[in-house]
């Protein structure tokens, strides 16, 4: 039986269902992409969903240009924060999309009609165009209820950080609160903080300074005496790493009508760009719990001493 496919619900449907799944995709990985973004990178998805006209491809060719356009639709709609990332956001949209796909080849096989047609690992489903926009409102409203209902996610928790070693101070860093922080000394169990080498080197004691250099260079310096000092292995977005640790810091965290305070603070150096590059440190729950809340008062006073200065 002849087939029409009409070419204007093709790429509707296939607009709607990848902004969905980029949105899926973008709480999956905890960095979604803005609405232009994400309407960007549906267009991409509509655009590939034109395989469907081509011939009939043999299965793994088939695949491989599924991934292919996953990865376009993801660099298009998502901003590009690491491989690493990059290829976490691919794959979940690969396989949402490939998932979608394999129920609706179920439900045919089972001989269900659902008016769909496949080709190439590309779905048409021949529903009205004003029912596909109306299901899409009706998801879009039912969510905001939860949202009222439940609250929103919580907004990512920003702070000022300020290092002080042997009476060097060092300049305010955009510090953030991450859950997800799981690195520790693993000889003393101690929650460190992750800093930027980039952003305190020049307000490090000089044989603090000279010994983290060297390291980033590629050599093997010599410790700084009477400073503790760990090598930690740790994973980042290039892989496992051993940065090196520095103790014996003091740490002043402020925040929106909070400050706390630490002593003998151990601190990760890193040469490699923190979260997107618009926060230079990481800290985590169990550091920010240690961390001695200061009386307002005291706060009001090191604010003042700040201006002062």
């Known amino acids: 039986m002849k087939t029409v496919i009409y070419l204007d619900v093709l790429l509707l449907v296939n607009f709607l269902v990848a902004y969905l799944l980029l949105r899926a ?17 549906a267009v ?41 990332g990059f290829a976490h956001q691919t794959v979940w949209y690969f396989l949402l999309n490939l998932g979608l796909a394999g129920a609706v080849l179920l439900a045919l096989s089972r001989g269900l009609p659902l008016g769909a047609q496949t080709n190439n690992f590309a779905v048409y489903w021949a529903v009205s165009p004003s ?4 299901c899409a409102v009706l998801v879009y409203l039912t969510l905001r ?10 907004e990512t928790e920003c702070w000022q950080l300020r290092l002080s070693l042997d009476g060097a101070d060092g300049p305010p860093l955009a510090a953030l609160l991450d859950t997800g922080f799981l690195l520790r000394d693993p000889l003393s169990g101690q929650a460190p903080v992750l800093a930027s080498y980039t952003s305190l080197r020049g307000a490090l004691p000089e044989a603090v300074a000279a010994f ?7 050599a093997c310096p010599e410790p ?18 051993t940065l090196p640790a520095v103790g014996g810091f003091s740490a002043r965290l402020s925040g929106p009508g909070k400050v706390r305070q630490a002593d003998r603070v151990l601190v990760v150096f890193t040469d490699q760009t923190l979260a997107d590059g618009s926060v230079q440190a990481l ?21 003042e001493r700040s201006a002062v200065e």
């Open 25 to 41: 995709v973008g709480f999956l990985c905890g960095a979604p992409p803005g609405f232009w973004r994400t309407c960007a990178g």
């Open 44 to 84: 991409m998805a509509a655009l590939s969903s034109l395989i469907l006209l081509a011939p009939p491809l043999p299965a793994a060719l088939s695949l491989l240009y599924q991934a292919a356009s996953a990865a376009a639709v993801c660099r298009t709609a998502c901003p590009f924060r690491g491989w690493r």
């Open 131 to 134: 029912l596909l926009v109306g």
């Open 145 to 154: 209820l939860v949202l009222l209902v439940f609250g929103g996610p919580k």
């Open 212 to 218: 983290l250099a060297g390291f980033f260079a590629g």
């Open 224 to 241: 700084p005496p009477g400073t503790p000092v760990r090598l930690i292995p740790c994973k980042t977005a290039s892989g496992m790493r």
């Open 283 to 303: 800290f985590g729950a169990e550091f920010y719990h240690t961390a001695r809340p200061v009386q307002r008062r005291f706060a009001q006073a090191g604010r």
